[in-house]
């Protein structure tokens, strides 16, 4: 598995930072592509070559650095200490590394509070962390890993570029009933303070309650309307069947049904 995004930090120091930003950009980026030891390496693994194997594969380096990062002095100066020997493999291996700042009272570093080793660290420009205004900063952090690791399918923009589903637009006003769209259904409805339905260009189903129906009709050479109990008017060429039933049950003038 390639992890090309290395979170390096120091346990008790911007540990808080590092989880929020390995949370964010497993979200981004895919849980696949960002790597954080507590999270990434499985129980039972080996954990050096685990670590190292992960480091060697990533493409950048991100080095959280909280306000005590310098006051660990002594660890810094140990060659077997973790955050030290992470960074050191990542110059060694020649990837970008970029010290994240965690909170307001966290300085640049300084070549004078670092051992000769990590000195280098003190040349590279960093980022601010702002715990304050942090969903600021997670995306901040994440655009620039978008930037230097072009690899990456930013999964933010494929929501944004995804095509938008069919919109349907709907004019209903004072209706009396129920109004129904199926996806066989294409033209336009009107219904408002009318008591009935007018369809333009229906190619397909429709189903009206009581009142007229219309289907390109001029209606009369008059100008009025045709109108009745459950009228209707067809102009034009009929390809189909159009069945009725209207009213309650027909009563026979002897009264029977």
């Known amino acids: 598995m390639v ?4 979170i390096n930090y120091r346990t008790g120091d911007g540990e808080k930072t590092a989880g929020l ?7 981004r980026f895919g849980e696949q592509h960002i790597f954080r030891a507590s999270d990434s390496i499985a129980p039972g693994e080996c954990y050096p070559d685990s670590l190292m194997a992960a480091l060697r594969r990533s493409c950048l380096l991100l080095a959280v650095v909280g306000p005590d990062w310098t006051h660990f002095r002594t660890r810094l100066e140990d060659p077997e200490d973790w955050v030290r020997k992470e960074i050191e493999e990542a110059f060694k291996c020649e990837l970008p ?3 994240i700042l965690d909170g ?6 300084s070549k004078a509070d670092l051992p000769r080793e990590l000195e280098r660290l ?15 900063c997670v995306k901040r952090i994440g655009d620039l890993v978008g930037e230097m690791v072009p690899g990456l399918e930013d999964l933010d923009l494929a929501d944004e570029t995804e095509p938008a589903a069919s ?12 109004a129904v769209q199926s996806r066989d259904f294409a033209g336009n409805v009107f219904s408002g303070d009318v008591n009935g339905t007018v369809v333009n260009d229906a190619r397909g189903s429709v189903h009206t309650g009581s009142g007229s129906i219309y289907n390109h009709s001029r209606h009369d050479s008059g100008g009025r309307n045709i109108s009745g ?3 209707t008017y067809v102009e034009g060429e009929n390809h189909g069947n159009v069945q009725h039933r209207f ?7 002897d009264g029977s049904r």
């Open 229 to 231: 109990d459950g009228m």
């Open 167 to 178: 919109t349907v637009a709907n004019s209903i006003g004072d209706v009396s009933g129920t």
């Open 104 to 109: 307001r009272k966290t300085n640049r570093l």
């Open 247 to 253: 009213g309650g049950p027909d009563r026979r003038e």
């Open 21 to 27: 930003l390995f949370q964010e950009l497993k979200r």
């Open 3 to 6: 992890h090309e995004v290395f």
């Open 122 to 136: 003190a040349d590279l420009q960093s980022l601010p962390f702002d715990t304050h205004d942090v969903d600021t």
């Open 97 to 99: 590394v970029v010290p």
